[in-house]
């Protein structure tokens, strides 16, 4: 069983990503729960932390709502470099790293409590 790290409540993830998912920077707290340096996240794909449970329609509806130009939140479990896991509560927001016409989004995300997470949990095992 993979290890889960529970963010503290300080903790406060950001990434900013291309239109394409792709990674332009990441803050230290994402970094360090992600387990990853800046210089392996920036460029990549931004499913390099997606969780296998998590269910497609899941990312699915979030690339839907920030491509028509809303705010999408949601509960997400993402893996560590190490192969353990962490939940977040996600807020992404589209069209902010504006740059020759091409937007991306931002992501900020916080620590969940026990209850959000068992309730994510459920949801997404009928989702699958």
């Not at 999408?72 to 504006?98: H, R």
Request: proline share 3%.
């Amino acid at each position: 069983m993979s290890k889960e790290y529970v963010l503290k409540d300080t903790d406060f993830l950001v990434s900013q990503t291309d239109e394409k998912g792709k990674i332009l920077f990441a803050n230290d707290d994402f970094c360090k729960i992600a387990g990853y340096t800046i210089d392996e996240l920036v460029g990549k794909p931004h499913s390099i932390v997606r969780h296998a449970d998590m269910p497609k329609t899941a990312f699915k509806d979030l690339w839907d709502t920030v491509s028509s130009g809303k705010v999408w939140t949601g509960y997400v479990k993402n893996v560590t470099k190490s192969g353990g896991f962490y939940w977040v509560f996600a807020t992404v927001f589209p069209n902010i790293a504006c740059e020759s016409g091409a937007c991306g989004f931002l992501s900020c995300r916080r620590k969940p409590s026990a209850d959000e997470i068992a309730v994510a949990e459920r949801l997404y095992q009928t989702m699958h």
